[in-house]
């Protein structure tokens, strides 16, 4: 299918702005590596005014618990809604706004199908691996959530609530448990002179599910696209990375700390039924993407590319735009 007329809920946030950063790139490249975003129809929103770029379209300046139809109005005739708006820790937000906007998204869709009479569109959310806390093994859609901090307890009711919202009114459902992203992390994002780094008794730094920035644009693109998608789906690349695998890629300095008892040494997801999902819309260089172990040097680079200012990647950070376009356009992009 082509790419469906998308509504793009908290384009002001850490993802939204990489898509508004990415998603033009991808429509300006041709051949087998570009996604099918020529002349699709993407509606972004913002409770604030954002910094435009002159091939993105203007955000629609909103608040969707203030105005509700506002946000009706804005998904009508949309086929796809993704929900990147919410809550983080450490902002002074109201962490259950995870669960009040996945709502008010859910209850848009339906509202603006019955007006128009149109096919209601898919609900994609954003939620979190944090919704499976300290667990060891690798971790799938299907493993028990225990959440290990008032986050991923939010995103973990955010699912259960949008999801039986979404049953109850007819609106397909998908929550997105994404893993750390290259760079919008608190290691690499959150990195600063005299940076510590919690070190474990085997010597090792935290290991984690991650997925580089320009990967992660690529992969939304293509579940956007999708028609069928399951109500959970785990997404990341596979394999976990140590963060002091990232520092060091990025040639940053950081000092070792014991880890304190609360750490969680692990959390690795198990991608499968994503790739599975690739798979059967045909879509290879993205199963690709996934199948091998993630590269911490590649993700800096990508990381680079969708942040000029970044101190991360020195090659990158001087010519950003000729980075990523470089990086849409290599034949081995997901093998480097």
Request: hydrophobic content about 45%.
């Given at each position: 299918m082509g790419f469906p007329v998308t509504v793009v809920l908290g384009a002001s946030g850490r993802i939204g702005r990489v898509l508004r950063h990415c998603w033009p790139e991808i429509v300006s490249q041709s051949g087998p590596l570009a996604a099918p975003l020529a002349g699709a129809e993407i509606r972004w929103q913002s409770r604030k005014p954002l910094l435009q770029r002159p091939e993105v379209a203007a955000p629609a300046l909103l608040d969707p618990l203030k105005d509700p139809a506002g946000l009706v109005q804005l998904l009508a005739g949309a086929e796809s809604v993704l929900c990147l708006a919410g809550s983080i820790p450490g902002r002074g937000m109201d962490l259950a706004d995870n669960t009040r906007l996945a709502c008010a998204a859910v209850q848009a869709a339906a509202r603006a199908a019955e007006i128009s009479g149109a096919p209601t569109a898919r609900v994609l959310l954003s939620s979190?691996?944090?919704v499976y806390g300290?667990?060891?093994g690798l971790l799938s859609e299907d493993s028990p959530l225990s959440p290990a901090n008032a986050y991923g307890a939010a995103k973990?009711?955010?699912?259960?609530?949008?999801l039986a919202l979404g049953q109850q009114l007819g609106v397909p459902v998908t929550a997105l448990r994404i893993g750390n992203i290259?760079?919008?992390d608190a290691i690499l994002g959150g990195w600063q002179p005299g940076f510590t780094l919690d070190q474990f008794a085997d010597g090792r730094s935290?290991?984690?599910s991650y997925i580089g920035s320009v990967t992660l644009a690529r992969v939304l693109a293509a579940l956007v696209r999708q028609s069928d998608l399951p109500p959970l789906l785990n997404l990341a690349q596979s394999g976990a990375i140590e963060m002091a695998a990232l520092l060091r890629a990025a040639e940053l300095e950081f000092a070792w700390r014991p880890a304190p008892a609360s750490a969680i040494s692990e959390v690795e997801l198990d991608v499968s039924r994503l790739r599975q999902v690739l798979s059967e819309a045909g879509d290879?260089?993205?199963?690709?993407?996934?199948?091998p172990p993630a590269n911490a040097a590649y993700m800096v680079t990508e990381w680079a590319a969708v942040q000029p200012s970044s101190r991360h990647g020195k090659e990158a950070a001087k010519n950003p735009v000729q980075t990523l376009q470089k990086l849409l356009q290599t034949k081995d992009f997901y093998r480097s």
């Amino acid at each position: 299918m082509g790419f469906p007329v998308t509504v793009v809920l908290g384009a002001s946030g850490r993802i939204g702005r990489v898509l508004r950063h990415c998603w033009p790139e991808i429509v300006s490249q041709s051949g087998p590596l570009a996604a099918p975003l020529a002349g699709a129809e993407i509606r972004w929103q913002s409770r604030k005014p954002l910094l435009q770029r002159p091939e993105v379209a203007a955000p629609a300046l909103l608040d969707p618990l203030k105005d509700p139809a506002g946000l009706v109005q804005l998904l009508a005739g949309a086929e796809s809604v993704l929900c990147l708006a919410g809550s983080i820790p450490g902002r002074g937000m109201d962490l259950a706004d995870n669960t009040r906007l996945a709502c008010a998204a859910v209850q848009a869709a339906a509202r603006a199908a019955e007006i128009s009479g149109a096919p209601t569109a898919r609900v994609l959310l954003s939620s979190s691996a944090a919704v499976y806390g300290n667990q060891p093994g690798l971790l799938s859609e299907d493993s028990p959530l225990s959440p290990a901090n008032a986050y991923g307890a939010a995103k973990a009711e955010m699912e259960q609530q949008a999801l039986a919202l979404g049953q109850q009114l007819g609106v397909p459902v998908t929550a997105l448990r994404i893993g750390n992203i290259a760079g919008l992390d608190a290691i690499l994002g959150g990195w600063q002179p005299g940076f510590t780094l919690d070190q474990f008794a085997d010597g090792r730094s935290p290991q984690r599910s991650y997925i580089g920035s320009v990967t992660l644009a690529r992969v939304l693109a293509a579940l956007v696209r999708q028609s069928d998608l399951p109500p959970l789906l785990n997404l990341a690349q596979s394999g976990a990375i140590e963060m002091a695998a990232l520092l060091r890629a990025a040639e940053l300095e950081f000092a070792w700390r014991p880890a304190p008892a609360s750490a969680i040494s692990e959390v690795e997801l198990d991608v499968s039924r994503l790739r599975q999902v690739l798979s059967e819309a045909g879509d290879a260089r993205l199963q690709t993407a996934l199948s091998p172990p993630a590269n911490a040097a590649y993700m800096v680079t990508e990381w680079a590319a969708v942040q000029p200012s970044s101190r991360h990647g020195k090659e990158a950070a001087k010519n950003p735009v000729q980075t990523l376009q470089k990086l849409l356009q290599t034949k081995d992009f997901y093998r480097s």
